[in-house]
T-cell receptor
Framework: EAQVTQNPRYLITVTGKKLTVTCSQN?????MSWYRQDPGLGLRQIYY???????DKGDVPEGYKVSRKEKRNFPLILESPSPNQTSLYFC?????????????FGQGTRLTVV | AQTVTQSQPEMSVQEAETVTLSCTYD???????LFWYKQPPSRQMILVIR??????QNATENRFSVNFQKAAKSFSLKISDSQLGDAAMYFC??????????????FGTGTRLKVLA
């Protein structure tokens, strides 16, 4: 089954404690990205990756890091989480070819930083 | 910069009735794609319908259809014969075409749809 898998789905952590949210896709997609969803703001892009070892900032990258060492994986790293990073996070992947290719989203990770 | 606006934070519809969710966008691109995503309480993002800007014909998927007005930059979603399972948050999204070199989606702020039994 084609899917994007995020882990964990729920996470409560304390300020300053480094954490990683994993994202893996099994569709051999080149393009992967991370979004955060906040009430009244919709989804905003944090980082994206065009392919292995190619990453770039989205609209709200401050406080986040990513890496793309393998095509299937795109982890989101919070080196020193703060309460303003409490949010719902989505990983998405898509084939980067021509045409109206569909983006596949993970199940979401609800992060609470206290 | 491209923007997507959903001016209705919340809508209600009676079961079996029809409801229209509004979306407007702003772009200077001529090649782009538009989407409606549904987010039920499970939080999963589910693609409802998509539209290519170069197509004049409005997209339709079963009970879901769009009214795409390119000149007005409007992309509304019509849900016919509303069902209780349609209750969800709906997001309108814009994505530039491949030739732009930009791959990100730009989302609206969402419209929460309630379906009344």
């Amino acid at each position: 089954e084609a899917q994007v898998t995020q882990n964990p789905r729920y996470l409560i952590t304390v300020t300053g404690k480094k954490l990683t949210v994993t994202c893996s896709q099994n569709m051999n997609h080149e393009y992967m990205s991370w979004y955060r969803q906040d009430p009244g703001l919709g989804l905003r892009q944090i980082y994206y990756s065009m392919n292995v070892e190619v990453t770039d900032k989205g609209d709200v990258p401050e406080g986040y890091k990513v890496s793309r060492k393998e095509k299937r994986n795109f982890p989101l790293i919070l080196e020193s989480p703060s309460p303003n990073q409490t949010s719902l996070y989505f990983c998405a992947s898509r084939y980067a070819g021509l045409g109206n290719t569909e983006a596949f989203f993970g199940q979401g990770t609800r992060l609470t930083v206290v | 910069a491209q923007t997507v606006t959903q001016s209705q934070p919340e809508m209600s519809v009676q079961e079996a009735e029809t409801v229209t969710l509004s979306c407007t966008y702003d772009t200077s691109e001529s090649d782009y794609y538009l989407f409606w995503y549904k987010q039920p309480p499970s939080r999963q993002m589910i693609l409802v319908i998509r539209q290519e800007a170069y197509k004049q014909q409005n997209a339709t998927e079963n009970r879901f259809s769009v009214n795409f007005q390119k000149a007005a930059k409007s992309f509304s979603l019509k849900i016919s014969d509303s069902q209780l399972g349609d209750a969800a948050m709906y997001f309108c999204a814009y994505r530039p075409g491949t030739t732009s070199g930009t791959y990100k989606y730009i989302f609206g702020t969402g419209t929460r749809l309630k379906v009344l039994a």
